[in-house]
């Protein structure tokens, strides 16, 4: 009995004890089964941040402050970070939260999405932050662009065009990078052997692996550049409920993996 008033009783215990448990249930209840497309603006961690998809929003936040995809022990009070695919920008402000000393140069494919999260960093005056409206890739240019509103704007297809920035360039000019964030819906190997040179610099890497239906999957292809690099890493399988049968995990790809990996 005490057990099944225990279980009954711990969300409110956690609700009156942890501010991040109270946060957690105001960020869910603002966004949970809203309809796509829906805006929200919230007070997160002490800062306004607004997004496009109410969707997304709940989706990023669980991923960045609840589970702490990015929570690094960096050793020092100002790491360098970049964030390929920084959408709104929450992992942003989880890093200006721990380390408001922190350099972090941010790229947003989407121009839409692009400009929300420059807004968010200047309406709450975050400092030493860049952000780039433009694709990583491995040449300076253009590329067409497909945007979706959301978390799967795709690089390299589509009707829409933005510019592209070659990212070994940009990581040339940095002597160190403390977190290489990688999240370009696909185009993640080719731009990582692009870089293959300036990843020595690199102390911490995470990328989001996709491997598209219907196409040969890279995967071994991109593990094997990360140990050829020095890396030491761990997956994280994103798969759907009954996987054999719900193939397609999102936006055609039938395949992501959560790559973690550092120095060895």
């Not at 209840?29 to 309809?35: D, F, P």
């Not at 999957?217 to 719900?246: C, I, M, V, W």
Request: aromatic share 10%.
């Amino acid at each position: 009995m005490f057990q099944l008033f225990r279980e009954i009783f711990k969300p409110l215990y956690q609700y009156m004890r942890s501010a991040e448990y109270r946060e957690w249930i105001y960020v869910k209840s603002h966004c949970n089964k809203k309809k796509s497309g829906t805006p929200v603006t919230l007070k997160i961690s002490g800062y306004t941040i607004s997004g496009q998809d109410a969707s997304s929003f709940l989706h990023q936040y669980n991923e960045i402050f609840v589970d702490r995809a990015f929570d690094v022990h960096f050793g020092k009070n100002n790491p360098t970070i970049y964030c390929c695919g920084a959408n709104i920008g929450l992992e942003i402000f989880f890093f200006k939260k721990h380390y408001p000393e922190c350099k972090i140069v941010a790229y947003e494919a989407d121009p839409e999405i692009s400009k929300i999260v420059s807004r968010n960093v200047s309406e709450n005056n975050i400092s030493n932050v860049e952000i780039i409206s433009a694709a990583v890739w491995m040449e300076n240019g253009t590329l067409d662009f497909q945007p979706d509103g959301a978390l799967g704007g795709k690089a390299g297809v589509g009707n829409a065009s933005v510019k592209s920035v070659r990212l070994s360039d940009q990581l040339k000019s940095e002597n160190k990078i403390d977190l290489l964030i990688l999240d370009i819906e696909g185009a993640e190997l080719k731009v990582l052997q692009d870089c293959k040179n300036e990843l020595k610099k690199v102390d911490h890497l995470f990328v989001e692996w996709h491997g598209k239906e219907n196409e040969q999957q890279d995967l071994t292809e991109l593990l094997g550049l990360l140990a050829q690099s020095g890396f030491r890493y761990r997956l994280n399988n994103k798969l759907p409920k009954a996987p054999f049968h719900n193939r397609i995990v999102e936006s055609g790809f039938d395949a992501m993996v959560e790559i973690y990996a550092d120095r060895k």
